[in-house]
């Protein structure tokens, strides 16, 4: 009996995998790499089937690959060559949500917009709000530390994570943090887990922070500016003033045309930037005042909703950005994240970057988290991108470190980024993850050759 | 030449202390715990001064207990025989203080308050509060994860901390973290680091987050409740009600005594639970809503102060909490954490305790984050708690863990509590905690026999 046949009668009938076109269906994520051949897929309906998989590859030493919704951008979830790819998306119960304590206890293949969903039927929500929330889910969350646009406000989904059931390569159950707000006993093994991308072990539950919601939908604003610089300036000036946006989102030119070009919004060609904010209705929300920073910033135009659907409207405009630069060809989504300060000039060095190497770039960022997403655009015909996109992104990439940023703000590293990994975090830092890596994972099983 | 000899021509004159009178006033926190004898003090003053007592400790195998001021509740800092006491007390600087980036970057001896006040020069402010806050230091708080009165609104030190520069134990230095305020560049040593107890390394500087301060001095209420369970009740319909509290602290029956008998304060005899609650003024503020829930909840008396000489008074109320109990005795004062619902069961289980063990336990409870501090009050000639006070402390921890909870919200294992820990955590956790330990710390030198 092969090892995958092995497999395959230890588990319940169905969950293995090897028809090869199918496990090629699971072996990439959203990134162009092209993935190795994965021995099988597992599809794990229960924490039961976790540990039966790792057991077996402890066992036989096969590499697992660990895998949401495939919805990544960094390469986190891409198959190696001989790899189990283990799929959580079966896994969906929300085995608990508490409104008296405001957690909730879930299994890694919740949707994001599914659990804040089930957690507004009780006046509450979950915060982390990634682009991708209504596909990607919690599992794969929690494997990149997901920010989103709401994060400028509540933070990252380590900030939303109390605790977590990990199953280690060797098949050992781990119960991690706490179901308290607050709690320090022993080094923090959730935070380790959070960001790790699958190299460490597999979560099969998370107790989630809920929080309350809005009692009213937020109000919305949009801005247009003659130049990036303007429109940084206002972002600028909506922190130093202590408004507390929901969201803080900024779209440079490139952005703006390929929207225009697909839905004709009846862009100025004046329009350099656009800012789009929310804040929460009422007397205690900002709207009112972010108007009138960005007017003093110089805004030519400012909208602000005055229902919900008009809200809606102007936020839709932002959730375009991403599908209209898809029009334009094959892209490389970038997230590097520079102090709030540095914004301008990130934006410009962008800029000046496009032009040196005949790049296409479209830049969104979540400009309150100081958080740019630079999408590089190639020729759809090609497998990867071409080498002026690459050295347009090495520059990008040094630029945001010498600005004192990061590589990735909410991505995570995967295979994409990992030549570029020990230009911020240095060989030292390096060293001790490999040590960290060996603790859980001796045998390096556990999705190899990513993250670290 | 003997190792201290060495050592102190390695440093500048007057760094390395060795007056038995002198280094015994390094070798011991706040705890009643009996401090092993130490071979020398080390005040650094830099850096290098602790790259070079790291490297000095390492080739000599001398063990290193890392201090600040010395206000720790768990017997972290306390002396283990042959020891170098290594303090961080003398390290104050503010490195930096970015008002456009909300951050500061500061080194391990500055005091929380005095880094709160530079803050607020720039309409900012530093977060965490712990009740120590004018006499702790940052490097103290870093190393216990500390919370404080505020963290119900603000979280807790990790959630202000961005990077960290860490001296490991061989004399290497590490940057960990960002200027950003996100990030997922590798595993997250930033956190890893807080909430260690100086077992990892040591902390030479910090990179924090600001926050805008709000504009006007927060609205305290002071209500007064015929049962615990009654104020309890209080805490839930607040949170559930969406309102956002600065603080939210309870104090029971035998604290508010403490007080009366001290101060005279009027006490009714049938109030049994005090809430003390702040909220930020202006029309977003939630003082109004809160006292009304307080009186829905059967409070017998509501104060909500209309100036900020009268929110001075309240909330000094509560600041005498714990000189009161001083006053009754030595104290043991714990630090467990419960799911919030769980906080009225606590408290009656903790009353419960005391009466079966004849014991006095006076608690205050943060009650928005559901952490408890019972104190144990006993007789200030004994060296250290008598039997039954540990009896009943074993139950409060286990009571809490029942519930969910965990032995320490804020004030860290240290060496009260590593007794229990496994109770909580379970073998597993302590096995990769000891093993992240080797990583970082193979000859086991940094503070041995603390936290984990």
């Known amino acids: 009996m092969n090892a995958v046949t092995e497999l395959a009668a230890l588990l319940p009938a169905g969950t293995v995998l090897t028809d090869p076109d199918v496990t090629a269906a699971y072996a990439r994520d959203q990134t162009f790499l092209v993935p190795g051949t994965p021995l099988c897929a597992v599809k794990a309906r229960s924490r039961d089937d ?21 919805t990544g951008l960094a390469g986190g979830a891409t198959a190696v060559d001989g790899c189990v790819m283990l799929s959580l998306a079966g896994m969906t119960a929300i085995r608990e949500l508490s409104p008296a304590d405001e957690i909730a206890v879930v299994e890694p293949g919740v949707i994001n917009a599914d659990l804040d969903r089930a957690a507004r039927r009780h006046g509450l929500m979950y915060a982390p709000d990634p682009s991708s929330h209504e596909i990607s889910t919690i599992g794969g969350n929690l494997a990149t530390n997901a920010g989103g646009l709401r994060c400028v406000k509540y933070g990252v989904t380590r900030d939303s994570t109390l605790g977590l059931e990990v199953v280690l390569a060797d098949g050992r159950v781990l119960a991690t943090g706490r179901r308290t707000m607050k709690g320090v006993t022993g080094y923090d093994l959730t935070g380790l887990f959070v960001g790790s991308e699958g190299t460490l072990g597999v979560i099969t539950a998370a107790t989630l922070r809920l929080r309350r919601a809005p009692a009213a939908p937020p109000v919305t604003l949009a801005a247009e500016f003659p130049s990036p610089r303007a429109a940084g300036d206002a972002v600028a000036a909506i922190i130093a003033a202590g408004c507390r946006p929901v969201l803080l989102e900024l779209m440079d030119r490139n952005t703006l045309r390929a929207i225009d070009d697909w839905k ?38 400012v909208a602000v909703s005055t229902t919900p659907e008009e809200a809606e409207e102007l936020i839709g405009l932002r959730r375009l950005a991403y599908p209209a630069k898809e029009r334009l060809g094959a892209c490389l989504v970038e997230d590097v994240c520079v102090p709030r300060s540095a914004l301008p000039d990130m934006i410009t060095a962008i800029e000046e970057t496009a032009a040196r190497h005949a790049t296409m770039i479209c830049t969104v960022a979540h400009a309150g988290d100081g958080n740019l997403h630079p999408v590089f655009v190639f020729d759809r015909g090609l497998a990867e991108p071409p080498p002026n996109v690459w050295a347009a992104a090495d520059e990008v990439f040094r630029a945001a470190l010498d600005a004192g940023g990061t590589l990735t703000g909410e991505h995570g590293v995967g295979l994409l980024k990992r030549r570029w990994l020990e230009l911020e975090t240095g060989p030292l830092a390096g060293e001790l993850q490999r040590g960290i890596k060996q603790v859980f994972d001796p045998l390096g099983i556990m999705n190899p050759g990513k993250a670290i």
């Open 50 to 70: 976790v540990v039966t998989t790792l057991r077996w590859a402890t066992e036989h030493r096969v590499p697992v690959v660990p895998r949401g919704a495939g």
């Open 264 to 301: 004709h919004i009846g862009l100025d060609p004046g329009v350099q930037a656009m800012l789009i904010a929310q804040a929460e209705a009422g007397p205690g929300g900002d709207a009112a005042r972010m108007a009138r920073l960005c007017e003093d910033a110089g805004a030519s135009f």
